[in-house]
């Protein structure tokens, strides 16, 4: 394992200075479920310095303000999400994600913050492959195995699949994320911060998080009235294993009219997919027991798979046209 340095800030201006100083040497650490792996695996991007904020008070916390939204600090554990009475009531969808992610073991250490800016999990980046992403000049998962990893939606230099569960559950209630910069607070859609394969500070990653910088906070709205939401998961066993497909997906329903809609596919592209036509398609629709045959046709229009994995298309189209089924019974 890669030997490391570790810093314990008790504040988020401390641990952020810490950062500066040391720049792309620098990671932070909390649930380490993720960052762990990179260490043992001696990855390129992997940290020689840690910064623990574990002890940073202000960053675990599940609560609603005066206004309405609930906002779960990006510290806070997964298994805690998964247990808040709060969120069962306000987001259950949300809950019935979080309870989806690996197994209750990692869900006791891993935290909110880490499985929305996790690495890819590529079994050849993980493998210690000379990819882009670990200081080579060339996608293996382009050329090699990639039914299960890679991304069927196209790519860049970088074709795996972006891992996370709670970003897509998120991005169907609008939430947003609280960032700490050297320079104050900045605030961002969930889907502006894991936009998929991009160079920040002259790397590879799946969100827009800078070297000095730290996600505090998700903020979730209210749910607007006569919303129903679903969180479905293909993957090869009930634990432990990354999305084959996943798809969340809300509707704002009044009179079973349809007069909002959001539709997130994850774990078939480099990022979790805003499906923007689907929900275009179905804005004013009637939802009905019919209304997955007229809609499954059109999504995912621009799907490019690879050699081994046109199976993940298929999945997500099943996969939404059982969520509209569970929501047409859900009325």
């Known amino acids: 394992m890669k030997k490391v340095s570790i810093y314990r800030p008790s504040t988020t201006d401390e641990a952020i200075r810490i950062l500066s100083q040391h720049g792309t040497e620098a990671a932070v650490y909390a649930g380490g479920t993720d960052l762990l792996v990179r260490l043992k695996n001696r990855l390129k991007q992997a940290p020689s310095y840690l910064v623990d904020i574990k002890k940073i008070n202000d960053l675990r916390y599940i609560k609603e303000d005066a206004g309405g939204d609930v906002r779960i600090g990006a510290a806070t554990k997964l298994a805690e999400i998964g247990d808040s009475d709060l969120l069962q009531k306000r987001y259950p969808m949300l809950v019935k994600a979080i309870h989806m992610i690996s197994s209750p073991e990692l869900r006791n250490a891993s935290t909110l913050g880490g499985d929305l800016l996790q690495e890819v999990w590529c079994q050849y980046l993980r493998g210690g492959y000379s990819c882009w992403r670990n200081g080579g000049h060339l996608c293996y998962g382009a050329i090699g195995d990639n039914s299960y990893y890679h991304s069927a939606m196209g790519g860049r230099l970088c074709y795996a699949v972006y891992p996370g569960d709670a970003a897509t559950a998120l991005i169907p209630f609008d939430a947003r994320v609280k960032l700490a910069t050297p320079t104050g607070v ?14 920040v500070d002259g790397r590879i990653q799946s969100h827009v998080v800078r070297h000095n910088e730290i996600l505090t906070e998700v903020v979730i709205p209210p749910p607007p009235p006569g919303l129903r939401a679903s969180f479905e998961k293909l993957r090869p066993r009930g634990v432990w294993d990354f999305a084959m497909a996943s798809l969340a997906i809300s509707l704002q329903v009044r009179n079973h ?6 539709v997130v596919f994850g774990g078939i592209a480099g990022r979790p997919l805003r499906e923007r036509v689907v929900e275009d398609f179905l804005k004013g629709k009637s939802l009905t027991a019919e209304l997955a045959k007229q809609v499954v046709p059109v999504a995912l ?21 059982s969520g509209l089924a569970e929501l047409d019974a859900a009325g």
């Open 186 to 199: 900045t605030e961002l859609s969930v889907e502006q911060l894991v936009p998929g394969d991009m160079m």
């Open 257 to 262: 009219t349809i007069e909002d809609a959001r």
């Open 301 to 321: 229009a621009n799907a490019a798979p690879l050699k081994y994995n046109a199976m993940k298309i298929e999945m997500a189209k099943g996969l939404l046209a």
